[in-house]
């Protein structure tokens, strides 16, 4: 079968693609599926969503190749076709962070007020941990530190930090991670934290990016 336009045939396959992103609630399920596969009840739990909306959703994205899905017993687990997806989330971030004012005002207004220090880059984390300077936490929920995270980090959930930090080490550093650059979570771990006497900061993504970069991950016993 000819195409009379190619080029014009690629575009609107590209515009599939680009429109399956453009959902607030699609890029959340994203966010949540880089950190590992999950059933369509179990994401619909995690976003507190009906599961009727969620698996609208994740059909859309299947339909553009943004996610797979595998049978698993009696369940269909779905995850990020590959490292390509959190590529093109990166990038329309990027494009947003650096021209539209009012994700410049929500980073000045929120996240800026709770750590405007530099964050550790990756190869900082790496240097730190091998000579034993810091202490690691991540700062997800337990079932997802159990897919996958830093080789040394400990499981501290955002809602436990303050107890956990009564035992701590105040003379380390602490260095949080969670699920991104922008996951609320580290940044109100590291926030309290610091309000409790320690020196603290945030890793400069997250588990997602980690992986991708291909450094190396341990899963939970």
Not at 49 to 61: D, E, G, K, T
Request: aromatic residues 6%.
């Amino acid at each position: 079968m000819s195409i009379r336009n190619p080029k014009q045939a690629l575009y609107e396959q590209f515009a599939i693609v680009a429109k399956a992103l453009g959902h607030p609630l699609r890029l959340e399920m994203i966010e949540h599926l880089a950190q590992g596969a999950r059933s369509v009840e179990a994401l619909a739990a995690k976003l507190g969503q009906p599961v009727a909306n969620i698996s609208q959703h994740l059909q859309a994205l299947r339909r553009a190749g943004i996610v797979a899905a595998e049978r698993d017993g009696k369940f269909v687990r779905y995850a990020l076709a590959d490292e390509s997806v959190l590529t093109a989330v990166a990038s329309v971030r990027a494009v947003a962070e650096r021209h539209v004012a009012e994700v410049d005002r929500i980073v000045r207004s929120y996240f800026e007020t709770r750590d405007d220090m530099r964050p550790v880059s990756r190869n900082e984390l790496q240097a730190l941990m091998r000579d034993g300077l810091v202490t690691l936490i991540d700062v997800r929920p337990p079932d997802e530190f159990a897919l996958g995270h830093v080789p040394g980090a400990i499981n501290v959930p955002l809602g436990e930090v303050k107890a956990w930090s009564h035992s701590a080490d105040t003379s380390r550093e602490v260095v949080a991670y969670c699920r991104g650059p922008w996951c609320v979570m580290s940044f109100e771990a590291v926030a309290a934290l610091r309000s409790l006497g320690h020196s603290a900061r945030r890793l400069e993504d997250g588990m997602p990016e980690w992986k991708a970069a291909g450094l190396p991950v341990e899963m939970a016993a």
